[in-house]
């Protein structure tokens, strides 16, 4: 069982994102996919969930407005999207699949720069 | 939101002698199914978090038993019975509560070293 993200992203400030992260077939009809960031030097941000066979996501407070996660079915791919992006949205992006037993297959990361 | 708070930040442990972390919460995690929403990470350096205990004291596949996760409602404690230089890494606490809206939140995260 593996959580298979795609590659690093560099973008200007203002710029949108999206971050993919690929699920085996079980994953994606049994659990939700979380998905949490870390910047620089700092600790774990959860940032929200989606249930990929419902569509229905919940998101952090803080980034509400600014993510969306979204799920397809036929590719088993799930895809968390961040605009307006800033210099403080650089981070390595993890996406983590949960179920009752806590999130326990992650992906490798994706790294996200935003610089001008 | 949910505020966790985790003591101590750093912890610098001899191999062979044992380790405590406190994870705090701002409200209670215990649901009225009965179970603590609460998980613990540990990321090691340069890897992905991987989980090491869920709702509160049940180890995850493979984690060997000198860890122990226990507490309930808003008071959490991980302990490794005897450190090994293997478990250097960040442990973070993270709550999961399942009910709306749905919004979970981590720990500070607390750094093990090797003395």
């Known amino acids: 069982v593996q959580m298979v993200q795609s590659g690093p992203e560099v973008r200007q400030p203002g710029s949108s994102v999206n971050v993919s992260c690929k699920a085996s077939e079980g994953t994606f009809s049994s659990y939700t996919i979380n998905w949490i960031r870390q910047a620089p030097g700092q600790g774990l941000e959860w940032m929200g969930r989606i249930i990929p066979i419902l569509g229905i996501s919940n998101y952090a407070q803080k980034l509400q407005g600014r993510v969306t996660m979204t799920a397809d079915k036929s590719t088993m791919t799930v895809y968390m999207g961040l605009t307006r992006l800033r210099s403080e949205d650089t981070a390595v992006y993890y996406c983590?699949?949960?179920?009752?037993?806590?999130?326990?297959?992650w992906g490798q990361g994706t790294t996200v720069t935003v610089s001008s | 939101d949910i505020v966790m708070t985790q003591s101590p930040l750093s912890l610098p442990v001899t191999p062979g002698e044992p380790a405590s972390i406190s994870c705090r919460s701002s409200?209670?995690?215990?649901?009225?199914?009965?179970?603590?929403?609460l998980d613990w990470y540990l990321q090691k350096p340069g890897q992905s978090p991987q989980l090491l205990i869920y709702?509160?004291?049940k180890r995850a596949s493979g984690v060997p038993d000198r860890f122990r996760g226990s507490g309930s409602g808003t008071e959490f404690t991980l302990e490794i019975r005897s450190v090994e230089a293997d478990d250097v890494g960040v442990y973070y606490c993270m709550q999961a509560l399942q009910t709306p809206p749905y919004m979970y939140t981590f720990g500070q995260g607390t750094k093990l070293e090797i003395k």
């Open positions: 409200q209670s995690l215990l649901h009225n199914n009965g179970d603590n929403y």
């Open positions: 983590a699949r949960a179920g009752p037993y806590g999130m326990d297959i």
């Open positions: 709702l509160g004291s």
